[in-house]
């Protein structure tokens, strides 16, 4: 691509640039550039944090334009105000968010100028984390991804390699060329039909809500079987892509029920939650949210309960050894509904998590259940799907076709399958 196509791409484009307080802070500089050579306009707003590292000067400088820093700046607010700043641009970018700033934006802190801007705009939301190898490593970070995720906030990167403390693994912040390329990708979702007048409305266009009007149901998380009051069979599901998928269905406009098992992040903003534990409490939840045009089965329902109802009190030790557990087959939610003779959502998608042979099994599970579509990946532990952030999935349609994307955030994958699936429903 040239860079005359790129100048076009981003012509009359507004970017308010929150550059976070960090060593890769230098890069932000360096964005800026490259945002301006693609035609967009840049207003930075700097943490105090990152006037440690690049000064507000610099940034205005490079942007042509001033650099704001101070939420209680009193000449600022009489000209134009935090709020004003939050909606007179197309999308926000952060750059680089640091875990301490990503932590403030999953918790709603509005304690300076950046924080207060990223809680009260309604633009679309670019993050591009860059920090050590340990702190994105840490549940607390991968608590707040999952979070920020769940609000709609995209992210780029961070990539693999070589890290300011000699160290080596995912930290490192997106090349700045990768986040105007990413940025370039949420505006062309988020509403390309209205260049340079996102501000106006602060909400995506019809463009970016391909859903709306529908109807979709999603299953995320474990079941929990119990065995007696304190016990349950249950499985390492966190819920975090069947949550991402419903966040994803609600921000393209549809009207979504998330039947969610028993999990630890939280309910996805504009989405109808519905907990539940077993696999049959799931599948009565499922009943209840129908009609739908979509219905997406991303939980890891348990295959067996014990078959012994669990009663008030717990199995005790009586030396005669272990007590026997006998397991019965739970009822198949996908299956039941892909063949439900009258109210059948247009769309069935099941998720199949394997762990060998993931496309045979696929294509084996597709014909089995009775579904239009099965998203297939491979949960095995060397992949560290179960639990993690990112997934690498194939689609194979009932029809045989087959699409692989590369590995993704669990975040990007439910926003690509919703655009696949509001897609399919066109057809
Ligand atoms: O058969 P398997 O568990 O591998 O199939 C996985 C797919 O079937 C997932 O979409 C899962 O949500 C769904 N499923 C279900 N009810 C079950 C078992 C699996 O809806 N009892």
Redesign the pocket.
Known sequence: MTETLKTETLANRRVLLVIGGGITAYKALDLIRRLRERGASVCPVLTAGAQEFVTPLAAAALAGERAHTDLFDRAEEADIGHIKLARQADAVVVAPATANLMARMAGGHAADLATTILLATTLPILIAPAMNVQMWAHPATRRNRATLEADGVRLVGPNAGKMAEAETGPGRMAEPTEIADALETMLAEAGAAAPGLGFLSGRPSTAARPLSGRRVVV?SGPTHEPIDPVRYLANRSSGRQGHAIAAAAAAAGAAVTLVSGPVSIPDPAGVTVVRVET?REMLSAVAAALPADIAV?????A?WRPETEAGSKKIKKDGSGPAPLTLVE?????STVSHLETGRPPLVV????ETDTVLDHARA?IAR?GCDLIVANDVSVAGGVMGGTDNTVHLIHRDGTLETWPRLGKGEVARRLVTHLAGLLGR
Not at 297 to 301: G, N
């Open positions: 299953t696999a089965f991303a939980a890891a329902v295959d739970n009822p198949d939610i996908l099941g998720f199949a998590a599970k259940k």
